[in-house]
């Protein structure tokens, strides 16, 4: 068992609902640690927490990551015509500059 208080494990407060004691844990785990943390489950928790993440929550978390890094880059600065012509000709010249 860990304890609680160590390296990486903070709790955060006992919360009292209804005569049941609940307790949040906020715990900072490599991914490397959380592997072995999961091999050594018994294999039928391991199915367990296999069969929570399915392919399609994958697929829709990766897909909302793809298209959030979409936004950023479409609404990322962009350069006019005449800032693309500046920047073709100063590309030239530094190019010419570095040849000679």
């Given at each position: 068992m860990?304890?609680?208080?160590?390296?990486n494990y903070f709790a955060r407060g006992f919360i009292q609902k209804k005569n049941r004691i609940t307790m949040e844990?906020?715990?900072n785990?490599?991914?490397g640690q959380l592997v072995d943390l999961i091999n050594?489950?018994?294999?039928?928790?391991?199915?367990?927490i296999k069969n929570e993440f399915s392919d399609s929550d994958i697929a829709s978390k990766a897909?909302?990551?793809?298209l959030d890094f979409?936004?950023?880059?479409?609404?990322?600065p962009v350069m006019s015509e005449e800032q693309y012509s500046n920047f073709k000709e100063q590309r030239k010249q530094f190019s010419l500059w570095r040849t000679h």
């Open positions: 860990y304890n609680l208080f160590r390296n844990l906020s715990m785990v490599g991914f050594r489950l018994p294999a039928c928790q391991i199915a367990k897909k909302a990551e793809i979409q936004r950023f880059i479409l609404e990322g």
